[in-house]
């Protein structure tokens, strides 16, 4: 039973789920997670073509289908609340976010097919998450928010289930713990430190625990703030109830196309931003394809794997399946390197710091959520230090690309002893459309 719903007073439009059915093609017999998301794609194509005929002859433009891509806590208004009830038929498992399908019951009696989105896969399942909890054919209870665009279709913010137990969106079955720990030798036969094993950052978390308000904070510290709280007093996660993106006219818009660049660009990059659409295709992360080696190290929180032998660093990324090898035997980057997401890479040892020196990029996203490009000019030098006793592998780093940049873009990031062991690249379906 669908409980209650806070309109958001937006004109829409009006069409039967029999129209809707037509015009997506749905056969008998589909499987609800299907026909849910048929419908949902539909619909989306229904509203588009209805605001386009409303401004007279701008319609003739609509050639093709919308762009579809995912869109983050943006694509659901956090700052409206919607209650179902139904009888689960399906759970998925998969990056960048999971979903669970159930049946509910409409205002009229009528069966209706819902879907709710969840964390993706691999922090659910370092949060002590399994498939095993959503049981096909028990009833769940969901609360969160309705998304901006599909009416069937929710952000999870809090499941209850028929034993009458229940988990929040951030909620934590088991405290991670490293898949490996104080075995692990400090240092390999040649005396370098030793990077082998399986890496992972620490999992960020909502201060509120449903994930509709404040910010995100590490999970060591979430308990230092209060349901909602923002360190400082300062702004929400974007998108999160309250915030000014969350109430803008396109919200998915303004987060990923009206917000400044987080560092200076030349006039040739400025450029090349003003013909991108971050918020569709045009952004690698959002078609499940790599973004770049400094980016996909700590995207999703997934778990990287380092096998180090003494004339290389094989490095596995987990999130988006990036495989790059640092070469210790080479001191010069060699003529005619083919281009590639990932690039050449070429390292040294100087008091136990691994220095990577990384060249031959293709052109790409340096940072989406900072509507950052680079050119095949990007050069990106890294330097890797290992804290055993904390099981840290800490990671400064500077890219810089005289094409497109104005400066240098620099930053860090820490890896921790994984608390989940590396699983190859988990699978990446994006089921959340603008």
Not at 26 to 50: C, D, Q
Not at 169 to 177: C, K, N, T, V
Not at 288 to 296: E, M, W
Request: overall charge negative; hydrophobic content about 35%; glycine content about 10%.
């Amino acid at each position: 039973m669908i409980v209650s719903t806070t309109p958001n007073g937006r004109p829409g439009v009006s069409c039967s789920k029999r129209d809707l059915l037509a015009t997506a093609s749905i056969s008998p017999g589909t499987s609800r997670k299907t026909e849910a998301e048929v419908l949902s794609n539909a619909l989306r194509i229904v509203r588009r073509t209805s605001v386009a005929l409303t401004i007279g002859a701008g319609w003739l433009g609509l050639t093709t289908l919308p762009v579809e891509a995912h869109h983050g806590i943006t694509n659901f208004d956090l700052n409206r609340d919607v209650e179902v009830t139904g009888v689960i038929t399906e759970i998925d498992f998969v990056n960048p976010h999971s979903w669970v399908y159930f049946d509910a019951t409409n205002e009229n009696g009528e069966t209706v097919a819902w879907r709710c989105e969840m964390r993706g896969a691999t922090v659910l399942r370092r949060s002590g998450w399994s498939e095993d909890l959503f049981v096909v054919g028990s009833e769940v209870t969901i609360t969160g928010s309705p998304d901006r665009s599909d009416p069937r279709t929710c952000y999870l913010g809090t499941a209850l289930f028929a034993d009458g137990s229940s988990i929040d969106r951030y909620g934590q079955i088991q405290a991670p713990e490293p898949v490996a720990g104080s075995n692990r030798p400090e240092r390999l036969a040649n005396g370098n430190p030793n990077l082998s094993g399986d890496w992972a950052a620490e999992q960020q978390v909502m201060t509120d625990p449903r994930g509709q308000m404040g910010t995100l904070v590490r999970l060591s510290q979430s308990d230092n703030f209060a349901p909602g709280e923002t360190p400082g007093g300062g702004p929400g996660f974007p998108g999160a109830r309250g915030t000014t993106i969350s109430q803008a006219d396109d919200p998915v818009d303004a987060y990923w196309n009206r917000r400044p660049t987080t560092m200076p660009l030349t006039e040739a990059g400025e450029d090349v931003i003003q013909d991108l659409d971050f918020s569709s295709g045009d952004n690698p992360r959002l078609r499940c394809a790599a973004t770049n080696i400094l980016f996909d190290w700590y995207f999703e929180m997934d778990v990287n794997r380092v096998v180090q032998t003494g004339n290389e660093i094989e490095m596995f990324y987990g999130s988006m399946g990036i495989e790059r090898t640092i070469n210790l035997d080479e001191t010069e980057h060699p003529e005619g390197i083919e281009a590639s997401v990932s690039g050449h890479s070429i390292g040294r040892w100087e008091d136990d710091i691994l220095i990577v020196d990384t060249v031959g990029f293709l052109p790409g996203i340096l940072n989406a959520d900072g509507r950052v490009p680079h050119s095949d000019q990007l050069h990106i030098v890294e330097r890797f230090s290992l804290d055993p006793a904390a099981g840290a592998l800490r990671r400064e780093y500077v890219a810089e690309d005289p094409l497109y940049f104005e400066g240098p873009f620099s930053g860090t990031d820490t890896m921790l002893i994984s608390d989940l062991p590396y699983h190859g690249v988990t699978e990446c379906e994006d089921r959340t459309y603008r």
